[in-house]
């Protein structure tokens, strides 16, 4: 199961990899989203962006284990953005589990981390589930420059389609 992230090499503000849907896929998202992060000067925001990535990424394994997933991680205009594709064809639905179960929270956490928004899109071969998490464009800034990892022109606007998360 070696993923190779692929950098955007145009803008260096979008890492992603695809992976064979599986548990250890998890680990693998999140070392991409501390990569990213690490290389943005966004390490203040790792444990959030990591909780998202992995509720994204665990319910998309486990919907298509032996298939692959997609996950990337964007810096735009309006934050960092964490997504995950699979191939499953229903939609994301927040569920109300039991206080005792042990499963059932994921979107109910990336729901209370994504500060920025969260929904998802549908592909026709699949869906995406996007988080965001909102950080002030100066602080951004701030941390490229002292990473030595400029912003080149401006970051990109992305609208999502308001699909939001449903329970």
């Given at each position: 199961?070696?993923?190779?992230?692929?950098?955007?090499?145009?803008?260096?503000?979008?890492?992603?990899a695809?992976?064979?849907a599986?548990?250890?896929?998890?680990?693998?998202?999140?070392?991409?989203?501390?990569?990213?992060?690490?290389?943005?000067?966004?390490?203040a925001f790792?444990?959030?962006?990591?909780?998202?990535?992995?509720?994204?990424?665990?319910?998309?394994a486990?919907?298509?284990?032996?298939?692959?997933?997609?996950?990337w991680?964007?810096?735009?205009?309006?934050?960092?953005?964490?997504?995950?594709?699979?191939?499953h064809?229903?939609?994301?639905?927040?569920?109300?589990?039991?206080?005792?179960?042990?499963s059932?929270?994921?979107?109910?956490?990336v729901q209370?981390?994504a500060?920025?928004?969260c929904?998802?899109?549908?592909?026709?071969?699949?869906?995406a589930?996007?988080?965001?998490?909102?950080i002030?464009?100066?602080?951004?800034?701030?941390?490229?420059?002292?990473?030595?990892?400029?912003i080149?022109?401006?970051?990109?606007?992305?609208?999502?389609?308001p699909?939001?998360?449903?329970?």
């Amino acid at each position: 199961m070696s993923a190779k992230p692929i950098m955007d090499p145009a803008s260096q503000n979008i890492f992603s990899a695809t992976f064979r849907a599986c548990s250890e896929s998890v680990c693998l998202a999140r070392e991409l989203v501390r990569g990213a992060l690490g290389s943005w000067g966004l390490g203040a925001f790792e444990g959030d962006a990591c909780q998202i990535m992995s509720e994204l990424a665990s319910n998309a394994a486990r919907l298509c284990e032996g298939g692959n997933i997609r996950v990337w991680t964007s810096r735009i205009s309006q934050g960092v953005e964490m997504c995950v594709w699979d191939d499953h064809p229903g939609r994301p639905v927040i569920q109300e589990p039991h206080p005792f179960a042990t499963s059932g929270r994921g979107l109910i956490l990336v729901q209370a981390f994504a500060s920025g928004g969260c929904g998802w899109f549908d592909l026709g071969a699949g869906k995406a589930v996007w988080a965001r998490i909102a950080i002030d464009h100066g602080y951004m800034l701030g941390a490229a420059h002292r990473t030595g990892s400029p912003i080149v022109g401006p970051l990109r606007h992305v609208d999502r389609p308001p699909v939001p998360l449903h329970s």
